[in-house]
Structures are given as C-alpha cells and as structure tokens.
C-alpha cells in the first residue's frame, strides 16, 4: 500500500539540523516511539508529506526540508521584552512555569494562542522568543516507513481537528489560519 490522503502512516525518523559535519540530532521517532498519523490532513508539513507521497512500507528516505517550506527564518523582531506582571496568578509569578528556557503558552491580544521560549527572566520584564525551535534551520530527515495502512474515519477526524501548523496568528480552536499556515485560509483544508 502507497502512502496518499487518508493512509494511517508510521515512521522511523532521525531529524539533524546544522551543516555538514556540524549536523546536530534533534529529534528521533524509533521503533519503540515511531511518529504515526493521518496522511494528507494537514497533521504535518506540506513539504513533509511531498516527500513521503508514494512510499510503501519498508521504503526509506532521506531528504531536506529548507526553513521557506518549514518554520521560516528566524525573525529577530519575535523577540520581544514583556513586562514581568503579565505572568502574574493571584498575584504571585508561578516560578515552575516562568523559568528561562522553559516553552509558555501565551495568547495575544487578539485572543491567538502561541508559544513563547523564555529567554530570560529580569526583575521587571521576562525576554520571550516567539519563533519556531526549528525556524531558520535546513532540516535533515533519514529514516524508513514501517506502516501504511487506511486510516479509520475515527482517526482521520481526530488528525483533522484543530490546527497543527504551530503558525503563531492562527487560531487553533476555530481552524482559522493566519499567514503562516502554509497559504492556507482554513486549517483543515
């Protein structure tokens, strides 16, 4: 069976970033934790999914993905200075949550959900970074199809909910993206 819209897909993966021999792994999907979803319903990158189209289980790949088909470059204005007390909770700043390096979800004020790196935390402002962890990065995937199987209308409904474009303006809840989803209008599309 080829993978196409509506397969139920496993993978093995290894992601690297970086250049040549400076290539850093970042990310695995083995055996064990394989990375499975529903092909062709916006669960993964458009680029992702291109490279996949047509393999059958057994099949393996190797391919790069450049930051314009991924997350972008990495934007120096999406890091911004916030004023401490936006963190605060019954007046209080939750020390577990507001640490340097630590991922936030925050929202802005139009209501859009993001997620926010802490970069650092001063008296009276913390330093967040609002780009992508992979923006700015070629990414390098090896791996192999381990499975690819007709997806359930159970699993394909549950890969198409919400939005999962991580794009900062979109509004994960109503499915309605923002521009850095993929050109789409509608998360689901």
Do not use: W
């Amino acid at each position: 069976m080829k993978i196409s819209t509506n397969k139920y897909v496993t993978l093995t993966y290894d992601l690297h970033v970086g250049e040549d021999e400076e290539r850093e792994l970042v990310e695995q999907a083995t055996i064990k934790k394989p990375l499975e979803f529903v092909f062709g319903v916006n669960a993964m990158l458009e680029a992702f999914e291109n490279y996949l189209e047509g393999l059958e289980e057994g099949d393996r790949f190797s391919f790069s993905i450049a930051p314009e088909e991924a997350y972008g470059q990495y934007d120096e204005d999406r890091i911004v200075n916030l004023p401490k007390t936006i963190f605060e909770v019954d007046g209080e700043i939750d020390e577990e949550v507001l640490f340097e390096g630590n991922m936030v979800p925050m929202m802005d004020t139009e209501g859009n959900r993001m997620m926010g790196f802490v970069v650092s935390v001063g008296d009276d402002a913390v330093t967040m970074d609002f780009n992508h962890p992979l923006a700015g990065e070629t990414m390098y995937f090896e791996g192999t199809v381990i499975g690819v199987r007709d997806a359930t209308p159970e699993e394909i409904a549950a890969f198409s909910m919400g939005c999962n474009c991580e794009a900062d303006d979109c509004d994960h809840d109503s499915g309605n993206c923002g521009s850095g989803c993929n050109g789409k209008e509608k998360c689901h599309e």
